[in-house]
């Protein structure tokens, strides 16, 4: 009975130590499970860092792409935008821009339009033929109004109206070339025939009108013309051929433009085509008087 104790402690005993030992080796691999659990979980975590960095800086990059992409298209807006408004500001000024007149001397103008064209009227006297013609007009046939041989370069397209193309048949006829709009009026008197004599009324792109009398005297159609409310209106009055200034005076009067201007004030015989004691004498209602080589800006009158 002894010797069965003494296994029976021994076997407990070894049972005891194989449950110690297998109590530790569980610990031991529960231990180690854990670590790789934790190493399993930083590396997830780090891979997920870096993949939302990833994203981040690729959300950066695109969002500061896009912003570069909206500021490119801002800046050529902005481009564009400055290039209509100084398209439209330049198509403004050019529509606004007056037209300028040059007196020649005699009866002789030329007028510059808002849009660059040239007008020559009655040429004859003086300097300034050298722009090209784009229209010539014609009051009549005497020789001190169409010396056209003056102007030495005509477009492509320019037009010349003399007194036959304007007075058809006793009707006076008008002329809408865009630049300007053309009227012709009566001209006449005892040394012009009314039937070959015109006068005419120009209609600028920026409203100012323009009469010029030609060769005449008092008309029955001038005060009708006071209608118009004209800005500008020229007389001759020589005295010898057509009517003095005494009568251009009273003619202003009945025409009422807002400035009158003398000319055609000597006899074409008067190589000067100007005399300044008569054009003072001429004493219309907002009285200009012009020199040959002066210029005049035909403004709308106020």
Known sequence: MSLVKDYK???????????????FLTCTACSGNAEMKAEESEITLSDSQTTDQTVGDSDSQTSDQGNDVKEEEKDDETADDASEQAASTEETEEQEAPASLLY??????????PEGKVIYVDPFM????????DLIL??????????IDLITSKSEDCQTINQDDALKDGNYQSFDLGYVQIEAVEAYNANHDKASC???????????????SGDTSTTSQMSRLAEREIDYAFYCCDGVYNMDTAEATECAKLVNAKHNIPYHMVPS????????DVAESFDGPGRIILQPGEELLLEKAD
């Open 269 to 276: 015989n008067d190589s000067r085509g100007f005399d300044m």
């Open 198 to 212: 015109v006068g005419y009324i120009l209609t600028f792109t920026n409203g100012v009108e323009l009469y010029l």
């Open 104 to 113: 020649q001397g005699h009866a002789s103008i030329r007028i510059n339009t």
């Open 126 to 133: 003086g300097n300034g033929y050298d722009q090209t013609a």
């Open 138 to 147: 014609i009051t009549h046939g005497h020789a001190d109004h169409n010396k």
């Open 9 to 23: 402690k021994y076997f407990d005993g070894l049972l005891f130590m194989l449950s110690i030992m297998l109590l």
